[in-house]
């Protein structure tokens, strides 16, 4: 099985092919499964790059984010 280093390697060269006019890429994600990544799911294709560098720097993604808002009111 690849490192993560290996696979964030894999995944921009796949986003490299796409955004230079290649109309499809063929790419194995870290769980083994075949994705074939066109031009509309380049997002995707950029969220797991992100992903893959968040792991690498040992980051993890928080499980939820809780915003509070106040009115302005005072006591």
């Avoid at 796949?14 to 006019?21: S, T, V």
């Avoid at 969220?47 to 499980?63: K, M, N």
């Amino acid at each position: 099985m690849a490192t993560l280093p290996e696979k964030l390697t894999e995944a921009r060269e796949a986003y490299h092919r796409l955004m230079i006019g290649e109309a499809a890429v063929d790419y194995t994600d870290q769980s083994g499964e075949r994705v074939t990544y066109t031009r509309a799911s380049a997002p995707r294709l950029a969220a797991y790059i992100r992903d893959l560098e968040r792991q690498i720097a040992g980051l993890t993604r928080p499980a939820a984010i809780t915003f509070t808002t106040s009115k302005g009111v005072t006591q």
